[in-house]
């Protein structure tokens, strides 16, 4: 059964204090690794895909990157606007497109 | 061109009412997808439409549910005889270019 775990829960930072949020994922075949932010209240907003092992993209003070097993999504420097939860969901065989996505990472920054 | 627009955005009902949420999409994709979400966990994949065909349905998904989208454009979700489990919110999404870009949401609240 496909499945993603993101650690951790939650994450505090100083603005400016650089960290990674981890997305582990077992998957039957990948066919996309999707990254999405989330204000409180409002709809997931769509960030990265990334397809393949050694894939990296970038957007901002965000870059996320991807190995067989988990996905990393780096902040670097961040401002208290970067403050959400960040929703990571895998995308499996089958031409569905469905997304089973993890539990979500909480970021509060603090000036 | 990509998302979609949900409607009401806030819904409380009495306890063993029907709801039902209504999703239009920004512009015409074959696709659409409902999902739930409660707090502090991910988005949970109930169903989804190719056209006018819905073609997956989660264990999620109910008796009490039904899903529509006829003439393959807007579609309906409904609740029937609501429980407080059903408290939650409820994403409707499309998928433009092989990504699933999503709605605000409809929160729902059953007391």
């Known amino acids: 059964e496909d499945q993603v775990t993101q650690s951790p829960e939650a994450l505090r930072l100083q603005e400016g204090e650089s960290s990674s949020l981890n997305c582990s994922y077992t998957?039957?075949?990948?066919?996309?690794l999707f990254w999405y932010r989330q204000d409180p209240g409002k709809g997931p907003e769509f960030l990265f895909t990334?397809?393949?092992a050694g894939e990296e993209k970038e957007k901002e003070r965000l870059k996320a990157t991807l190995t067989k097993k988990e996905s990393f999504l780096h902040i670097t420097a961040p401002k208290p606007e970067d403050s959400a939860t960040y929703l990571c969901?895998?995308?499996?065989?089958?031409?569905?497109?469905?997304?089973?996505f993890g539990q979500g990472t909480t970021l509060q920054v603090k000036p | 061109d990509t998302g979609v627009s949900q409607d009401p955005r806030h819904k409380i009902t009495k306890r063993g009412q029907n709801v039902t949420f209504r999703c239009d999409p920004i512009?015409?994709?074959?696709?659409l997808y409902w999902y739930r979400q409660t707090l502090g966990q991910g988005p949970e994949f109930l169903t989804y439409?190719?056209?006018?065909?819905?073609?997956?349905k989660s264990r999620l998904l109910s008796d009490r549910f039904s899903a529509e989208r006829p003439k393959g454009s807007f579609s309906t979700l409904e609740i029937q005889r609501t429980e407080q489990g059903d408290s939650a919110m409820y994403l409707c999404?499309?998928?433009?270019?092989?990504?699933?870009?999503f709605g605000e949401g409809s929160w729902l609240t059953v007391v």
């Open positions: 969901a895998v995308q499996g065989t089958g031409n569905t497109g469905k997304l089973i």
């Open positions: 999404a499309n998928f433009p270019r092989n990504t699933i870009y």
């Open positions: 998957v039957s075949g990948l066919r996309g």
């Open positions: 439409f190719q056209n006018e065909a819905q073609l997956e």
């Open positions: 990334l397809y393949s």
């Open positions: 512009s015409e994709h074959n696709r």
